[in-house]
Structure formats: C-alpha cells, structure tokens
C-alpha cells in the first residue's frame, strides 16, 4: 500500500510539473490556417512594441518600478520566442515545400520563403536582445514580405 500511495504521488508531482504543448501537430492531418498564423506573429510582433515602449516609459521615472520593468521584458521574450516556434514548427517544419530542381520557380520561391523566415528568426532573437525598435520594423519587414510571396491572392 505504501509503494502504491509512493507511486501514485510522484505521478501527480509528474502531472502537475509538465508543460502542455499546444503547437500543431505534425500529423498530416490537412488542417492549417496560414493566414491566421501570419496574423499571430503580427500580433506578437505588436504586443513586443508595446512591451518595448512600456520598459522605455517605465525607465524615466525617477521612482523605477523594476518588477513591472522586469515583467514587460519577459513578456517580450515569451512574445519573441511564440514568433520563433510558428516559424520554425508551422511554416518550416510543416507548410514550406522543398522546391523542385535548382534554378525552377518553385525552387526559387522555396529559397525566397526560407529567407525571409530566417529573417523574422533572427530579428525575434534580436528583439528579445534588446529595446531597439528597428526590430520591431525588420520583424514587421519580412513578416510582410513573407506574406506577399506566401500567401496566393
């Protein structure tokens, strides 16, 4: 009975300490929402500025409230990194298709779109680094530009 209560116990420490994943799966299930994915990165991208302009604001006053500071920079963390994984685990894993043969128009466009999510990789990294606001415009940059050639109009 006590090998039982023991295992039951550290069961429920293991449930209770996990994290859930609620990513997409990669089941080719044919289930996917492109747009609606390009329009949580760029609301990710909005709440970063804010979170940006927010430490700023904060930071003039004399009476500093750093646990507020502290809070708006890891919400632009946890913002940036919600930008790194619907790249990565989404688009790249799930949605870019290698393109053919090198030098055909899928290829290209392939080479185009890795690019340009690379480029939004990058700038969320660089916007997790620091408060430069010319961040906040690469990643709003390439998320546009990756939508033009993305997403057929």
């Given at each position: 009975m006590k090998t039982f209560l023991t295992g039951l116990s550290v069961l429920a420490l293991c449930l209770t300490f996990t994290q859930k994943a609620w990513s997409h799966?990669?089941?080719?299930?044919?289930?996917?929402?492109d747009e609606m994915r390009i329009g949580m990165i760029a609301e990710h991208i909005t709440t970063i500025e804010k979170a940006v302009n927010q430490v700023e604001e904060l930071s003039?006053?004399?009476?500093?409230?750093?646990?507020?500071?502290?809070?708006?920079?890891?919400?632009?963390?946890?913002?940036?990194?919600?930008?790194?994984?619907?790249?990565t685990q989404y688009f790249m894993t799930q949605r870019i298709k290698i393109g053919a043969e090198a030098g055909s128009a899928a290829h290209t466009k392939y080479l185009t779109e890795l690019s340009l999510l690379h480029e939004l990789l990058v700038h969320a990294m660089k916007a997790k680094q620091s408060l430069d606001v010319a961040?906040?415009?690469?990643?709003?940059?390439?998320?546009?530009?990756?939508?033009?050639?993305?997403?057929?109009k």
């Open positions: 799966c990669e089941v080719p299930c044919g289930i996917y929402d003039k006053t004399a009476d500093k409230n750093q646990n507020q500071i502290v809070r708006w920079v890891a919400n632009k963390e946890s913002h940036a990194t919600e930008i790194q994984h619907i790249v961040n906040i415009a690469n990643l709003r940059s390439a998320l546009k530009a990756f939508e033009a050639s993305y997403i057929k």
